[in-house]
Nanobody, 122 residues
Framework: QVQLVESGGGLVQPGGSLRLSCAASGSIFSINVMGWYRQAPGEQRELVAAITPGGSTNYADSVKGRFTISRDNAKNTVYLQMNSVKPEDTAAYYC????????????????WGQGTLVTVSS
C-alpha cells in the first residue's frame, strides 16, 4: 500500500504565502511525476503544478510566477510554495503521485492524498 499525506494548508491573507508538503510512504519502488491539484467548491479538479524526478516542471497559467513546485526525491516528498496568493486560490489542494510499487510485478499506481484546505481571505 501507498499513502500520500499532505500538510500545510490553512487560512492566509491575500498577498500572503503558504507552503504545502506531501510525503509518500509505503511499498514504493519509484515515483515518477508528482503534482498538486486543486478543487474549489462547485468546480472541477484542476492541475496546479507537476514535477518530474529530474525537476522539470509544469504550471497552470493561473499560478505561473506565484507558485513553485519542488521535490526531495530522497524523502519522497513534494512541496508547493504559494506566494502572492489570491482569493481565487481558495480550494482543497490534493497531492498526486505516479508510483511503481515494490512488489515483484512492479505495479503502477496513481495515488492521491486526502486533501488540504487553503483559504485566502482577509
Amino acid at each position: 500500500q501507498v499513502q500520500l499525506v499532505e500538510s500545510g494548508g490553512g487560512l492566509v491573507q491575500p498577498g500572503g504565502s503558504l507552503r504545502l508538503s506531501c510525503a509518500a510512504s509505503g511499498s514504493i519502488f519509484s515515483i515518477n511525476v508528482m503534482g498538486w491539484y486543486r478543487q474549489a467548491p462547485g468546480e472541477q479538479r484542476e492541475l496546479v503544478a507537476a514535477i518530474t524526478p529530474g525537476g522539470s516542471t509544469n504550471y497552470a497559467d493561473s499560478v505561473k510566477g506565484r507558485f513553485t513546485i519542488s521535490r526531495d526525491n530522497a524523502k519522497n516528498t513534494v512541496y508547493l510554495q504559494m506566494n502572492s496568493v489570491k482569493p481565487e486560490d481558495t480550494a482543497a489542494y490534493y497531492c498526486n503521485a505516479e508510483i511503481t510499487d515494490d512488489s515483484p510485478w512492479h505495479r503502477y499506481l496513481e495515488a492521491w492524498g486526502q486533501g488540504t484546505l487553503v483559504t485566502v481571505s482577509s
